[in-house]
T-cell receptor, first 110, second 113 residues
């Protein structure tokens, strides 16, 4: 069935460190892929998306590339800030709904 | 443009009671989806409504129900509450289809005692 696998957290980094959060998916067809972010006490916000193979989504310094051959959509940022501390969810559309991964908590220390 | 709003933000109920949560989507959005978020199960899809019709449903018992009004506002109802229903309930709206970009509300934190 459809599923998303994300690396478990928490991921703890120092400010200005490089970030990678791995995400792989299992789906039929070629879905659109999303990364959502949830800050403490808030709902989810769309961070970036990619709709077809080899597309790169980017926003606020975050990037992710749609890799069809490896069914992956890893999230990267070159230099994290304390304000990036949040939970990150990888997601894709399957049928008429979104399927989410379990979320990865990122903690950035000054 | 106002975002997705959910009321109430916090709710405390006891086992056996029922509860109704409300969601107002972004103006012009016709699709409303509901999710349950818990530390153990993560984000789980409950159901999606479009033009007052339930278009998709997740794997939840019949105690969980919802509806959508002609102005696209949606409510979800949970009857005979159980301790395990304690969760953050998130509502999301999208323009036409739930599989496109969804905009989430802040959620309703339900605690069942």
């Amino acid at each position: 069935g459809n599923s998303v696998t994300q690396m478990e957290g928490p991921v703890t980094l120092s400010e200005e460190a490089f970030l990678t959060i791995n995400c792989t998916y299992t789906a039929t067809g070629y879905p659109s892929l999303f990364w959502y972010v949830q800050y403490p006490g808030e709902g989810l916000q769309l961070l970036l998306k990619a709709t077809k193979a080899d597309d790169k989504g980017s926003n606020k310094g975050f990037e992710a590339t749609y890799r069809k051959e490896t069914t992956s959509f890893h999230l990267e940022k070159g230099s994290v800030q304390v304000s990036d501390s949040a939970v990150y969810f990888c997601s894709f559309n399957a049928g008429n709904m979104l399927t989410f991964g379990g979320g990865t908590r990122l903690m950035v220390k000054p | 443009k106002a975002g997705v709003t959910q009321t109430p933000r916090y709710l405390i109920k006891t086992r056996g009671q029922q509860v109704t949560l409300s969601c107002s989507p972004i103006s012009g959005h016709r699709s409303v989806s509901w999710y349950q978020q818990t530390p153990g199960q993560g984000l789980q899809f409950l159901f999606e409504y479009f033009s007052e019709t339930q278009r998709n449903k997740g794997n939840f018992p019949g105690r969980f129900s919802g509806r959508q009004f002609s102005n696209s506002r949606s409510e979800m109802n949970v009857s005979t509450l159980e301790l395990g229903d304690s969760a953050l309930y998130l509502c999301a709206s999208s323009l036409e289809a739930a599989y496109n970009e969804q905009f989430f509300g802040p959620g309703t934190r339900l605690t069942v005692l």
